[in-house]
């Protein structure tokens, strides 16, 4: 077993504070070479005191000086700013990179440690929905390894053949818990606030995500994910409402052999799987026991009260710049929806707007996605200012 070194990108997040947990259980495996944490300094800081990095990095220099008062004497390097998330990235010294950032903001440094060759756990799936083929070709060409680590697709990864071929596949069935508005009609989820949306029946996570979550826009955004880590077109790409949170997803062949991961609702366990792959490591988490769950209850997806389920089926069939148009109206009209500013329900009709009037074009490189990914935050805030 060698030794990995890590670069955790967004360590004080939920999924950066989960890996940090496995890293606590096997000292013997990890070692951590750099942590980041934007604004959170104070839980940076902390993570910095015990698991001693060599860099901490944060958004600006404020969030810098305030980590080092917190700090005091220490020979942790403090750097800040995009470019150093990069570069830690790609640093030579570190095996694998954790993507736990939310939302775009982790693109630059995930094709950083793609183009460096890493393991890369990608759990921050908003960089591959933008980018696509470009990211899964930039892996192969450079021997970076794209871990899946999306608690559906690493059950998915867990599912295929270990050769990758995927020949015998007829279908990949995500599986969606349905959110905490699962049962929920369109008139009352017009009001719901911020803390309903964030308050998840079964997962624990980021505001972002959890918003996502409740539309259901983060199971389109999945449908994108896998895709693109599996190569199995659209089509053959279906969701399943599983409220219970036990199967993670399934992989049906021809055959008529369906093959599920199963788990306690709990993140450690894809992390720990990508984290020691091809290896198993014990990630603490608690032993599922079916009988005392007793039924698992399957439904179908309701696209009529969540509008957002059919987005990402839209923009693959557009293909090429609308993933990462999507993605960008989301991202815009989740903030405004968490800062007050906008109606739960108009999450998705912004999306949709966006994704309507916002013609794609071929996403050939880096900066033709990045074009499309600001055109479609202008336009998103220009409707979300008309509704207000
Ligand atoms: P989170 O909000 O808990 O943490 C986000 C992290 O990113 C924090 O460390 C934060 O400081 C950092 N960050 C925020 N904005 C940043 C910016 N502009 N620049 C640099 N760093 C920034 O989010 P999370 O729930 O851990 O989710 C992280 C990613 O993983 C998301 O893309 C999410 O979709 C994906 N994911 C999360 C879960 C989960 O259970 N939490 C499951 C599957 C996938
Ligand atoms: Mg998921």
Known sequence: MKIQT?????ATGSIGSQTLDLVT????RFEVYALTGHRKVEILAGQCRRFRPKVAVVADGEAARELKALLGQT????RYGAQALEEISAESSVTTVVAGIVGSAGLRPILAAAKAGKRILLANKEPL??????LIDLAKLHGAKLLPTDSEH???FQSLPDNGDTSGVTRLILTASGGPFRQMSLEAMAKVTPAQACAHPT???GRKISVDSATLMNKTLEVIEAHYLFGIPADRIEILVHPQSIIHSLVEYKDGSQLAQLGSPDMRTPIAN???WPERIDAGVKKLELASIGQLTFEKPDYKRFPALGLGYEALKLGGTAPAILNAANEVAVEAFLAGGLRFTDIAHTAADVLAKLPSTPALDLATIMAADMQAREMAA???RALA
């Open 6 to 10: 890590l670069t955790i990108l967004g």
């Open 203 to 205: 997962w624990t996570m």
């Open 154 to 156: 690493n059950a998915i």
């Open 25 to 28: 259980r096997h000292p013997d």
């Open 382 to 384: 220009g409707m979300i």
């Open 274 to 276: 990508v984290l020691a």
């Open 129 to 134: 929905v933008m980018t696509g083929a470009l």
């Open 75 to 78: 020979n942790i390097e403090i």
